[in-house]
Protein backbone atom coordinates (compact mmCIF):
# COMPACT_ATOMS: atom_id res chain seq x y z
CA UNK A 1 0.00 0.00 0.00
CA UNK A 2 1.21 3.18 -0.46
CA UNK A 3 0.14 6.91 -0.84
CA UNK A 4 1.00 9.95 -2.73
CA UNK A 5 0.59 13.75 -2.13
CA UNK A 6 1.45 15.89 -4.41
CA UNK A 7 2.03 19.99 -3.99
CA UNK A 8 4.05 22.95 -5.81
CA UNK A 9 0.61 23.86 -8.48
CA UNK A 10 -0.64 27.18 -8.71
CA UNK A 11 -1.24 29.91 -10.97
CA UNK A 12 1.53 31.65 -13.12
CA UNK A 13 2.30 33.60 -16.93
CA UNK A 14 3.24 32.54 -19.89
CA UNK A 15 7.04 32.07 -19.81
CA UNK A 16 7.23 31.13 -16.01
CA UNK A 17 7.93 27.93 -13.99
CA UNK A 18 6.49 26.10 -11.18
CA UNK A 19 8.06 22.89 -9.38
CA UNK A 20 5.55 19.71 -8.16
CA UNK A 21 6.66 17.95 -5.79
CA UNK A 22 4.94 14.46 -4.91
CA UNK A 23 5.76 12.73 -1.82
CA UNK A 24 5.20 9.01 -0.90
CA UNK A 25 4.39 7.20 1.83
CA UNK A 26 3.73 3.85 2.94
CA UNK A 27 6.08 1.18 0.62
CA UNK A 28 9.44 2.51 -0.42
CA UNK A 29 8.28 4.51 -4.03
CA UNK A 30 12.42 4.08 -4.71
CA UNK A 31 10.83 0.37 -5.56
CA UNK A 32 8.56 1.67 -8.58
CA UNK A 33 9.55 4.02 -11.61
CA UNK A 34 7.08 6.67 -11.19
CA UNK A 35 5.40 8.96 -13.83
CA UNK A 36 3.58 12.20 -14.24
CA UNK A 37 0.37 12.78 -16.18
CA UNK A 38 -2.06 15.69 -16.33
CA UNK A 39 -5.75 16.09 -17.28
CA UNK A 40 -7.45 19.45 -18.72
CA UNK A 41 -11.27 19.98 -18.50
CA UNK A 42 -12.68 17.87 -20.93
CA UNK A 43 -9.94 16.07 -21.96
CA UNK A 44 -8.35 12.53 -21.16
CA UNK A 45 -5.27 12.40 -18.73
CA UNK A 46 -2.29 12.08 -20.46
CA UNK A 47 1.47 11.21 -20.05
CA UNK A 48 3.67 13.89 -19.29
CA UNK A 49 6.86 12.12 -17.91
CA UNK A 50 8.14 9.05 -16.22
CA UNK A 51 10.96 7.67 -14.06
CA UNK A 52 12.65 4.61 -13.84
CA UNK A 53 13.66 3.24 -10.00
CA UNK A 54 17.11 3.79 -10.46
CA UNK A 55 16.40 7.58 -11.69
CA UNK A 56 18.42 7.21 -14.93
CA UNK A 57 15.78 6.98 -17.38
CA UNK A 58 13.58 9.40 -17.88
CA UNK A 59 11.04 10.19 -20.72
CA UNK A 60 8.84 12.80 -21.63
CA UNK A 61 6.44 13.28 -23.70
CA UNK A 62 6.80 15.23 -27.32
CA UNK A 63 5.05 18.49 -25.85
CA UNK A 64 7.29 19.14 -22.75
CA UNK A 65 10.38 17.96 -23.95
CA UNK A 66 13.02 20.69 -23.38
CA UNK A 67 10.89 22.36 -21.15
CA UNK A 68 10.32 19.97 -18.12
CA UNK A 69 12.37 17.96 -16.30
CA UNK A 70 11.31 14.89 -13.55
CA UNK A 71 13.71 13.98 -10.51
CA UNK A 72 13.55 11.75 -7.75
CA UNK A 73 15.35 11.76 -4.60
CA UNK A 74 14.88 7.80 -3.47
CA UNK A 75 16.51 8.37 0.12
CA UNK A 76 13.58 11.25 0.20
CA UNK A 77 11.24 9.01 -1.15
CA UNK A 78 10.04 12.17 -3.37
CA UNK A 79 9.42 12.69 -7.27
CA UNK A 80 9.66 16.53 -8.73
CA UNK A 81 8.81 17.55 -11.95
CA UNK A 82 10.21 21.37 -12.39
CA UNK A 83 8.43 23.32 -15.49
CA UNK A 84 9.72 25.66 -17.22
CA UNK A 85 8.39 28.05 -19.98
CA UNK A 86 5.29 27.87 -19.56
CA UNK A 87 2.05 28.10 -21.58
CA UNK A 88 -1.61 27.77 -21.48
CA UNK A 89 -2.20 24.95 -22.85
CA UNK A 90 -0.34 23.46 -19.82
CA UNK A 91 -3.13 24.14 -17.71
CA UNK A 92 -4.17 21.16 -15.87
CA UNK A 93 -4.63 19.14 -13.24
CA UNK A 94 -0.93 17.54 -12.83
CA UNK A 95 -0.98 14.06 -10.97
CA UNK A 96 1.49 11.74 -9.72
CA UNK A 97 1.05 7.98 -10.41
CA UNK A 98 3.41 5.13 -9.18
CA UNK A 99 3.54 2.37 -11.99
CA UNK A 100 3.21 -1.56 -11.72
CA UNK A 101 6.57 -2.33 -12.48
CA UNK A 102 10.39 -0.79 -12.65
CA UNK A 103 9.51 0.75 -16.10
CA UNK A 104 7.76 3.81 -16.28
CA UNK A 105 5.26 3.53 -19.31
CA UNK A 106 3.09 5.75 -21.02
CA UNK A 107 -0.34 4.39 -20.67
CA UNK A 108 -2.89 5.22 -17.76
CA UNK A 109 -3.27 1.69 -16.79
CA UNK A 110 0.38 1.06 -16.33
CA UNK A 111 0.04 3.10 -13.28
CA UNK A 112 -1.48 1.43 -9.76
CA UNK A 113 -1.66 4.44 -7.34
CA UNK A 114 -1.99 8.20 -8.16
CA UNK A 115 -2.21 11.32 -6.06
CA UNK A 116 -4.82 13.59 -5.97
CA UNK A 117 -3.30 15.59 -7.84
CA UNK A 118 -2.22 19.99 -7.88
CA UNK A 119 -3.89 22.20 -10.05
CA UNK A 120 -1.32 24.35 -12.60
CA UNK A 121 -3.20 27.11 -14.45
CA UNK A 122 -0.88 29.29 -16.86
CA UNK A 123 -1.91 32.79 -17.79
CA UNK A 124 -2.07 34.20 -20.97
Known amino acids: QGQLVESGGGLVQTGGSLRLSCAAS????????MGWFRQAPGKEREFVGG????????YYAEFVKGRFTISRDNAENTVALQMNSLKPEDTAVYYC?????????????????WGQGTQVTVSS
Open 97 to 113: ARSRSGSAGTKVAQYDY
Open 26 to 33: GRTASDYA
Open 51 to 58: ISRSGVTK
